[in-house]
């Protein structure tokens, strides 16, 4: 696809926002086209929990029995930590929804279930590799959508653009429109360790002086958010991985025996929250 293009809606950005509302739309006849900049949905620990709201409205759809045929991990509660008191400090179970329970599944996997069930739609249109890269504007109103893609460039009309091209968002910069800082004060490093058998099943999180540590159960292996102060990884980087891994271990005693998995500090993915 190239050139030029005109549809009812064009949305900048196929990530849960876009995918989702494409979807929507699609469904109930509008004519729209999504334009992801990647060749894919592959990312690392992204947004990998589907909540019981989420759930309930893939319920509303018809499609909860297709999703949960997926391969996911379900979690009814959460338990804490708190020094030597723990508690169940979350119960899905007793949610008036469908699902009790989070559902934790690789976002790429919701990404391409969300195109599957699009593609049904013959009013859906997703391209990937099309990065978005300006606004088309007449007498001051926004009329379209510049683009590049692999064959060159694209310029999508439509009488509705959505910008769901997250937090860098091209859309938003060039419509001028202001961010509001909530001004949370904390970062996440994302990182995965191995899960043994003796285990426990649901998540947990350990809380410390001045310490969040979650641990998700992915199966065979934990997904474990540290949360830091904002802007300190570079600090922790420089107090070195056997630092590092000493206060996982100490946040989660049950892990001291495989903290050595953590080898460097490019697998640990940075959540800017
Ligand atoms: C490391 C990490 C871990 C996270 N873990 C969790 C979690 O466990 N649970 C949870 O609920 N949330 C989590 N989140 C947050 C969650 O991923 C986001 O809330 C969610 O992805 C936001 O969805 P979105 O569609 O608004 O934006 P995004 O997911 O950011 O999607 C935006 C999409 O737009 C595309 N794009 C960007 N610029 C352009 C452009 N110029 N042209 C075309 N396409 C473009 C991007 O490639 C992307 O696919 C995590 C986030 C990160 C970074």
Not at 6 to 31: D, E, F, T, Y
Not at 177 to 205: Q, T
């Amino acid at each position: 696809m190239t050139g030029r293009v005109s549809v009812q809606c064009c949305i900048a950005g196929g990530g849960p926002a876009g995918m989702m509302l494409g979807l929507l739309l699609a469904r109930a006849g509008v004519n729209v086209l999504v334009l992801e900049k990647h060749a894919d949905f592959l990312r690392d620990f992204r947004g990998d929990t589907i909540h019981p709201s989420t759930l309930e409205i893939i319920h509303e759809l018809g499609l909860l029995e297709q999703l949960l045929a997926l391969p996911h991990q379900k979690a009814p509660g959460i338990n804490a930590q708190f020094g030597d008191l723990a508690l169940t400090v979350v119960d899905f179970s007793t949610l008036p929804t469908r699902c009790g329970f989070i559902a934790f599944m690789p976002q790429w996997d919701f990404l391409n279930f969300l195109a599957e069930q699009g593609s049904r739609y013959p009013t859906f249109r997703v391209l990937m590799e099309a990065e978005v890269t300006d606004l088309v504007k007449l007498a001051g109103t926004i009329v379209g959508i510049r683009a590049t893609t692999p064959k060159g460039p694209l310029e999508v009309r439509a009488d509705l653009v959505v910008g769901a091209d997250g937090r860098h968002s091209v859309v938003r910069d060039k419509a001028g429109l202001a961010v509001e800082e909530l001004g949370a004060p904390m970062d996440v490093l994302w990182f995965g360790l191995s899960r043994r058998a003796k285990d426990p099943e649901i998540p947990v999180g350990r809380f410390d002086r001045g310490r969040i540590f979650i641990m998700l159960n992915r199966g065979d292996y934990w997904q474990c958010g540290f949360v830091i102060s904002k802007g300190s990884r570079a600090q922790l980087e420089a107090q070195g991985l056997p630092a590092y891994r000493e206060t996982v271990g100490r946040l989660a005693p049950f892990l001291t025996d495989r903290v050595d998995e953590i080898q460097s500090w490019e697998p640990i993915k940075l959540l800017t929250v």
